[in-house]
């Protein structure tokens, strides 16, 4: 191949190659280990609203960012954690969010900030940590905390209790993975939330 290399002719080539590079596996490391070393990290995937052409909101994701190893998914690190620790992780993601939604706000950019939470963390919700950290702002439009649709439905009860508690502060709930259960809306009528997300199987294809 001659220099200066073409950009798309060292693409076709790796392709007529098929050169097999396979990415290396990522390290076993646990989300303790992962919170005590201080590897987390948060990152903000936007929600974009297709008919209006605008970003409307974000996602949280929690990552590790490994010297060593770079980034590394929750798929290799959520597997087998403790309840504490994934009420730890929550905790972290939530002030991570509170503050991102901060600096949003001091530019006049004022959509929702979303984080993903177990059922025990919903249930442990740190409220004065909420209190403590929110924008102090009328128009700061509050969080949504997505609880995947299995979870809920064993403790539909409890959470309702708890998500009209914390509603006054803003905070609304989205039912995440919505019909990979048995379950119906009618199961959830009980409970105040704002988002449904349908789970992926629905959607497949759609385009086609």
Known sequence: MQKPFNFSVV???VLTQKLNCRPAPAPALSLKTA??????????QPKIDLK??????AECFARISHPLHGIISPAHFLAGA?????????HRALLAA???SARMDDMGIYFKIAINVSVESLVHFPVELLLKHRPQNDQWPGLL???EEAQLLNRIVTLRDK???????GISLAIDNFGRGNSSFAAFRCLPFSEIKIDPSFIQ???N
């Open 52 to 57: 209006k052409r605008r970003v409307v909101g």
């Open 145 to 147: 905390v997505e609880v």
């Open 98 to 100: 509170l503050k991102f």
């Open 163 to 169: 998500l009209q508690a914390i509603e006054k502060f």
């Open 82 to 90: 403790a309840d504490e620790e994934i009420i730890e992780l929550t």
């Open 11 to 13: 693409g076709e080539t």
């Open 205 to 207: 294809g759609c385009a």
């Open 35 to 44: 919170i005590d070393r201080d590897l987390i990290a948060f990152w903000y």
